[in-house]
């Protein structure tokens, strides 16, 4: 536990490195802050406060600048207090997105960039998980002798496409009724349902006579198993003007992270799974390419179903109550829009 004193001195030193990045000098500290406190005085609270982990020196004779100890403790101190986007701001975001109501797809595409131009780092949304996801209605359209189209509507407006291998012998005729067989069975049943379902109807296979039923199964099976969610990315460019990102490898792993879509989904989706607004700093990421980043995200939800995730990946140095207010309004906007469809 840090005395009221020391607490000041370490979110002034953090606020004033978010500000202008560059290590911290207790003589700044005296400038920008009335602490009635010498010089010296403040130089030796900072000494203090590196011993304990919240700041380290660069170099003999510097400043000193935040570790993520440091920054974790500012953070969970200033989220007691409540900061708000500006009204403008606010319903500029409100009325973007409000346009994009009835695609979910160019909804999450578009508040991504807005998260990113809001904020200046980089935005990210990740489309409903495919297990939470309701089917509404499936097609199957014959692509080649051996091969269907899929097309997936589920009811938060999501379409996904795939193509599956089938058995040649089977004609358009005969996909009209796997698709007419999928639809009454399944249609209002999230995905992960179907799939259980679906293992329990595999048992009894070699028990079934309708080769039709069969194959609906199978068909099943192969897109409600692998259908990932999809990741919608913004702000690359914003990232690279900002000082804490002259190391482009460090971007590049980044990056290459982020394209992996099955690593962002899987942990943007055990995301979505928690209630309210989460923070990642530095080294508490569990993704290695990410341990120098923070990530600022909050699920949004169907009724009371958490079903996906928005966020914001930037610096450790993050303007986190800004970022926090930006993601928080966002994942609240597409929640109200999936609720009142």
């Known amino acids: 536990m840090l005395d009221e004193r020391s607490k000041r001195v370490l979110l002034a030193v953090i606020q004033c490195y978010i500000n202008s990045p560059g290590p911290v000098g207790s003589r700044v500290v005296t400038k920008k802050y009335a602490f009635g406190l010498s ?7 900072m000494s203090d406060l590196e011993e304990v982990g919240y700041l380290r020196q660069p170099h003999t004779s510097a400043g000193r600048v935040p570790t993520d100890i440091g920054y974790r403790y500012y953070v969970d101190t200033i989220t007691a207090e409540k900061q708000y986007l500006k009204n403008g701001l606010a319903a500029d975001l409100g009325g973007r997105l409000e346009t994009l109501r009835k695609d979910i797809n160019l909804l999450l595409d578009d508040a991504a960039r807005m998260l990113s131009s809001l904020s200046h780092y980089i935005g990210i949304t990740v489309s409903p998980k495919a297990g939470s996801t309701t089917l509404n209605r499936i097609e199957l359209i014959k692509f080649r002798r051996d091969q269907v189209a899929v097309i997936l509507f589920t009811d938060e407006g999501i379409i996904r496409n795939s193509v599956v291998a089938i058995d040649p012998e089977f004609s358009q005729a ?11 069975n399944f249609s209002g049943a999230t995905l992960e349902e179907i799939k259980r379902v679906l293992i329990s109807e ?3 296979e070699k028990m079934l006579c309708d080769s039709l039923i069969d194959e609906a199964i199978r068909i099943c099976r192969d897109i409600f198993s692998s259908t990932p969610g999809n990741v919608y ?5 914003e990232m690279l003007c900002l000082p804490d990102f002259c190391d482009i490898d ?26 309210g607004t989460q923070i990642f700093i530095g080294a508490e990421n569990p993704l290695e390419e990410m341990k120098k980043f923070s ?3 909050a699920s949004y939800k169907e009724g009371n179903r958490p079903i996906g995730a928005v966020g914001i990946i930037g610096p450790t140095r993050m303007d986190y109550l800004h970022a926090i207010s930006i993601v928080e309004r966002t994942a609240r906007y597409i929640t109200e829009m999936l609720s009142s469809k």
Do not use: C, W
């Open 39 to 45: 010089p010296a005085t403040i130089r030796n609270i």
């Open 233 to 237: 990315v913004s702000g690359l460019a």
């Open 174 to 184: 005969d996909l009209r009724r796997i698709a007419e067989y999928i639809n009454v």
């Open 250 to 275: 460090r971007i590049r792993r980044l990056m290459s992270a982020i394209e992996d879509k099955n690593i962002v989904v899987s942990f943007l989706d055990r995301v979505a799974e928690s209630e």
């Open 202 to 204: 595999m048992m009894k």
């Open 295 to 297: 990530l600022v995200t």
